[in-house]
């Protein structure tokens, strides 16, 4: 069986804002969402807050596969040294072929390039698929808001997962060991048709 080709990651133009408008609507959905489903007149993609800059994009077979937005915590000088995952959709159709695994990991390296020290995000507990990810590139829980959401009838957990990037603190200082790692890539495989997003 022939290898699928692996997606090519760029950053986001402002004419892509019309596509990846309409992947955020096609991918809603309380497994990350906690804003209801978006309605027309839809607000823009892109924002004072969320520039094309700022996205990094996905691209299979020629088109759109998935984004994840990249920004500040905080709008603090003293928090400058931190970015924080501020979104991240993968299409349906392109689940399973390592597109949300490519954008995280293009999201950490453009973290590293403009100097960030960590990276840090927020998942709702019982985004398993996402978890999973996120945990098999580094990622480790810093800390939960029990039930802080009340979706679809059932109270969620919103969770802040976080990790350094520096190469000494992976390798020496982690709380996440080999293993775990190996056994949370493992789950995120065993989780890639579902959705990915935070």
Same mark, same amino acid.
């Given at each position: 069986?022939?290898?699928?080709?692996?997606?090519?990651?760029?950053?986001?133009?402002?004419?892509?804002?019309?596509?990846?408008?309409?992947?955020?609507?096609?991918?809603?959905?309380?497994?990350?969402?906690?804003?209801?489903?978006?309605?027309?007149?839809?607000?823009?993609?892109?924002?004072?807050?969320?520039?094309?800059?700022?996205?990094?994009?996905?691209?299979?077979?020629?088109?759109?596969?998935?984004?994840?937005?990249?920004?500040?915590?905080?709008?603090?000088?003293?928090?400058?040294?931190?970015?924080?995952?501020?979104?991240?959709?993968?299409?349906? =159709? @392109?689940?399973?072929?390592?597109?949300?695994? %490519?954008?995280?990991? !293009? *999201?950490?390296? &453009? $973290?590293?390039?403009?100097?960030?020290?960590?990276?840090?995000?927020?998942?709702?507990?019982?985004?398993?698929?996402?978890?999973?990810?996120?945990?098999?590139?580094?990622?480790?829980?810093?800390?939960?808001?029990?039930?802080?959401?009340?979706?679809?009838?059932?109270?969620?957990?919103?969770?802040?997962?976080?990790?350094?990037?520096?190469?000494?603190?992976? =390798? @020496?200082?982690?709380?996440?060991?080999?293993? %775990?790692?190996?056994? !949370? *890539?493992?789950? &995120? $495989?065993?989780?890639?048709?579902?959705?990915?997003?935070?």
């Amino acid at each position: 069986m022939p290898e699928l080709p692996a997606p090519r990651i760029r950053t986001a133009r402002p004419d892509d804002e019309g596509e990846l408008a309409l992947l955020d609507r096609l991918t809603w959905s309380h497994l990350h969402a906690v804003m209801p489903r978006p309605q027309p007149p839809y607000a823009p993609f892109f924002s004072e807050r969320h520039t094309p800059e700022d996205c990094l994009v996905a691209e299979l077979d020629g088109r759109l596969a998935g984004y994840v937005h990249l920004g500040f915590p905080t709008p603090l000088d003293s928090n400058r040294h931190v970015r924080q995952i501020q979104g991240l959709a993968v299409a349906e =159709e @392109a689940r399973g072929r390592g597109v949300g695994r %490519a954008l995280v990991r !293009a *999201a950490l390296d &453009a $973290s590293r390039e403009r100097g960030a020290r960590r990276v840090t995000l927020r998942v709702l507990g019982h985004n398993t698929p996402a978890r999973a990810l996120y945990e098999a590139e580094g990622f480790v829980v810093e800390g939960v808001l029990p039930e802080e959401f009340l979706l679809d009838g059932a109270y969620v957990d919103d969770v802040f997962m976080g990790r350094f990037l520096s190469r000494s603190y992976d =390798e @020496a200082s982690s709380p996440v060991s080999t293993g %775990a790692v190996a056994s !949370a *890539a493992s789950r &995120a $495989s065993e989780a890639t048709s579902s959705a990915v997003s935070t």
